[in-house]
């Protein structure tokens, strides 16, 4: 699906900060990273449990949200790319150059995923069913969520 906004085309729309909604897009806009996806994903939530903090599962969304949101735009894709390939130039004023481009892409990226998750997209609720604690059947329970 592409969408047009004040940056150029996107591939794909900018998925939900979710497990499920990350891997949709990833699989969408770069599917070759899926495994690696995946990968980052377990560890993440092993360490989440060994440390006993969510730390490292915000991390990983905060990380791959960064990561979609590059892939899904072709100008931040394209500019990540180029600067890429010229990190390790042999004239260090090129390489020094392509840090400081890399470095602005991955800030691009990642303010507009995190103005999103803070609140300046739009918020819906709907119902979902949730396993209730105490019996062990389902139960309606009200979700907000924030598309942008």
């Not at 989440?48 to 490292?56: D, F, K, R, T, Y």
């Not at 042999?90 to 602005?104: I, K, M």
Request: with cysteine; proline share 7%; aromatic share 4%.
């Amino acid at each position: 699906m592409s969408t047009q906004s004040d940056h150029g085309p996107e591939l794909a729309p900018r998925p939900q900060q979710t497990p499920d909604a990350l891997r949709a897009a990833l699989a969408t806009v770069d599917p070759a990273r899926l495994g690696e996806m995946q990968a980052t994903k377990d560890d993440a939530f092993a360490k989440a449990v060994e440390w006993q903090s969510l730390s490292p599962v915000q991390s990983w969304v905060l990380a791959w949200a960064r990561d979609i949101e590059i892939a899904r735009r072709p100008d931040l894709s394209t500019r990540y790319a180029h600067a890429k390939t010229n990190l390790e130039h042999e004239d260090p004023a090129v390489a020094q150059e392509a840090l400081h481009e890399l470095s602005a892409v991955l800030d691009e990226a990642i303010k507009a995923v995190r103005e999103c998750g803070h609140g300046k997209g739009t918020r819906t609720t709907e119902v979902v069913r949730a396993p209730s604690s105490h019996s062990g059947q389902l139960t309606l329970k009200p979700v907000r969520r924030l598309t942008c």
